[in-house]
């Protein structure tokens, strides 16, 4: 290879010279810009120029990871097919798990309703036209107990999207376990249980920053003795993304969110090596191909060496890093929803050449409504395809050694430093959250992108261009408000029959435990036996440590 | 020099995605308009009193919920009862077909479904938003 200092410069120059340039005189290319979707200008070519000097003695299950965690990919076990369901009354979400499981899921993964996310009783007024509508509303053990119905506890995983009140709803999980005689030691899930992205992106906060991080770390130290397998945290750049952020912010983002997390737990005196391998990550999967790819690929580095190296972690399973994907749902479009099926199909692949260890494929009619049955199963069916159709399966990492995937991920990595140093300079994940300033980065990204949208640098089939005028609509799900009545009545009754004593003086001792350093988890467990509510809980709560109030940036 | 319109901006219920009336929000903004951007959580008596002190000209809800149905007729009740029937209310997010006749009955007549250019949006309100004097 030739040299830059070569006077004839690089082989890549010298073709550029010499071959590229008299073809553009001939024929132009298109207009372009030539950008990722997140406008990371992309060139015409890589050659092994691009990743010189790049470390190219990774293996897959070698550190840093880079080309995944399992040396034999999937050969040995294929992703977790984890499809997100939940609406209604727990009856209704209970029938929907067991078709998912009737049709070869091999993970359940919960989605509670805003109340429910936000501890709140259904009776709330906030909670006006909300209750069963984005996803099951749980109020008590007793709906946990019917959302289980039927369901082994010891022999599925579940995942559980929730954050703010992810305490409560975990302890009720425990407590379902119980009842059906699932070891605590043996049972395992996730709780998303990721707070900082709520700030960031999301918004279903409850408690300011500082006490939400406690009892984050409340669990990571209840879970280490306790129930060992369990995922305690799935840090979350999902949310970040759909939010509106850049491909490399979700990454930078996320992966800073953890190590703040890990921070945390270091400095609530839990020992690296007893909670990070429990630690699990989340990414979204959107609709540029190969930045996809490349910012899975660095997440693993990113994350192995600052494991390793910044605090010092020696049990490999804390420097790999474990993560679940959902393809993009803010990519879905409501015109020509069937176009959701090809986009989707392409971001799982993605995600699956990125070494993914379980996906969440979206339904072809979520920019509309949530999904019915049919299309729900179309979902799963494309990860189904991918895994025992496409062939790619066979090999680990079929990208590896590309130059433009190599050098993409080494770019992704340098980015991330970059961002990590501005946080880092502010003090920290929680510090930069308190100024605004991934809240500010999220909303000047997705101003950004949303303008190009409308001059069409970038199309959206079906949105901005190739537009259908006679399109038909498609049968959604149509959520009607039978669950809130079902669940007023229910909480009415609950509040006449359950132990009200018990539940006085089981929610007494949580405020206690909350004013003092207390584990939290502890006197949580009896308030749910006591079938004490989400909202009782979470109010006992906001009086001692109050609520977030954001000052909103746009 | 002719008053610019002002808009309240607000995302009612519990839901916290902030994405589109955010970039909403700024969009009027760069139009020329006065954006009054409420934030998150806001009930229908907070809004209307908003729109009322702020002396709006139109409201802009951002509902991906579903909890459009409850929340749109209480606006719209409470507007009649504070004497504020020219406030336009205009609507964006995840509303079913069978939903928007209704709100067309109750007076909301802008109902932005995804992927509806913004520009589309801001002609509306130029075009709808009650005459300033």
């Known amino acids: 290879m030739k040299s830059v200092a070569d006077p004839a410069g690089t082989r890549k120059q010298r073709w550029e010279r010499e071959v590229v340039e008299p073809t553009l005189r001939k024929s132009p290319e298109r207009k372009g810009p030539f950008t990722t979707i997140s406008g990371r200008p992309i060139d015409r070519l890589y050659t092994e120029e691009d990743v010189e000097g790049l470390d190219d003695t990774n293996n897959p299950g070698e550190f840093p990871y880079v080309r995944g965690i399992h040396p034999t990919g999937y050969r040995g076990k294929l992703w977790t097919m984890r499809q997100f369901a939940g609406f209604g009354t727990p009856e209704e979400t209970n029938q929907r798990y067991k078709d998912l499981i009737a049709a070869g899921g091999t993970g359940l993964s919960v989605a509670f309703d805003l109340p429910t996310l936000m501890g709140r009783d259904p009776d709330h007024e906030l909670c006006l036209g909300e209750v069963g509508k984005c996803g099951v509303s749980v109020m008590s053990l007793a709906d946990m107990e019917r959302l289980f119905e039927g369901i082994s506890l010891a022999d599925i995983t579940t995942s559980m999207t929730i954050n703010s009140p992810a305490p409560m709803i975990f302890a009720m999980y425990l407590v379902v376990a119980e009842q059906q005689g699932a070891d605590w030691k043996t049972i395992s899930g996730t709780i998303q249980n990721d707070i900082l992205k709520e700030f960031i992106a999301q918004k279903e906060y409850i408690f300011p920053p500082r006490p939400s991080m406690r009892l984050i770390t409340d669990i990571f130290a209840f879970c280490a003795k306790e129930v060992p397998k369990w995922n305690t945290i799935s840090v979350s750049g999902y949310h970040i993304r759909e939010a509106g952020s850049t491909s490399l912010q979700e990454l930078a983002f996320t992966l800073r969110d953890g190590l703040e997390y890990v921070q945390y737990g270091v400095d609530a005196g839990l020992d690296v090596d007893d909670f990070v391998p429990r630690m699990s990550f989340f990414f979204n999967s959107h609709s540029d191909f190969f930045e996809e790819i490349a910012k899975y690929r660095a997440a693993r580095k990113l994350w192995a060496e600052a494991m390793k190296n910044r605090f010092g972690a020696k049990n490999p399973r804390s420097w790999a890093l474990r993560f679940h994907t959902q393809t993009a749902g803010v990519s879905l479009t409501a015109q020509q929803p069937y176009n959701n099926v090809v986009r989707t199909a392409l971001q799982a692949l993605a995600a699956v050449l990125g070494g993914t260890n379980s996906l969440h494929t979206n339904s072809l009619d979520e920019a509309l409504a949530l999904p019915t049955k049919e299309t729900a199963t179309i979902a799963l069916r494309t990860q189904q395809i991918i895994a025992h159709e496409s062939g790619v399966t066979n090999v680990v990492d079929p990208l590896g050694g590309s130059y433009f995937i190599e050098k993409l991920t080494q770019d992704m990595i340098d980015g991330t430093l970059k961002y990590w140093d501005t946080i880092d300079g502010m003090g920290g994940m929680v510090e930069a959250i308190e100024r605004g300033y991934p809240q500010k980065e999220l909303a000047e990204a997705s101003y950004q992108f949303q303008q190009a949208v409308e001059r069409k640098e970038k199309i959206i089939v079906g949105v901005n261009d190739f537009i259908q005028a006679d399109e038909k609509p498609i049968e959604i799900l149509y959520i009607d408000d039978t669950a809130s009545g079902v669940q007023l009545k229910r909480l009415a009754e609950l509040k006449q029959t359950r132990d009200n004593d018990r539940v006085r003086r089981s929610l007494a001792a949580l405020q206690e435990v909350a004013r003092g350093r207390g584990n939290t988890m502890v006197p949580l467990l009896e308030c749910v036996r006591a079938y004490a509510t989400v909202g009782e809980m979470c109010d006992t709560l906001r009086e001692v440590w109050g609520e977030y109030e954001e000052v909103p940036v746009i | ?133």
């Open chain 2, 1 to 133: 020099m002719s008053q610019k319109i002002r808009v309240v901006i607000a995302k009612p219920g519990l839901d916290g995605h902030d994405r589109g009336a955010k970039v909403i929000a700024r969009a009027l903004r760069d139009a020329g308009m006065e954006v009054i951007y409420m934030g998150l959580r806001q009930t229908p008596e907070m809004i209307v009193a908003a729109a009322l002190q702020e002396d709006a000209d139109v409201i802009g809800l951002s509902i991906l919920s579903g909890a459009h149905m409850h929340i749109c007729p209480r606006i719209m009740a409470l507007l009649k009862e504070k004497g504020l029937d020219d406030v336009q209310v205009v609507i964006g997010g995840i509303i079913p077909g069978v939903d928007i006749a209704k709100l067309n009955a109750m007076g909301i007549h802008g109902i932005f479904l995804p992927g509806t250019p913004m520009q589309h949006i801001i002609d509306y309100i130029a075009a709808h938003a009650r005459a300033r004097v």
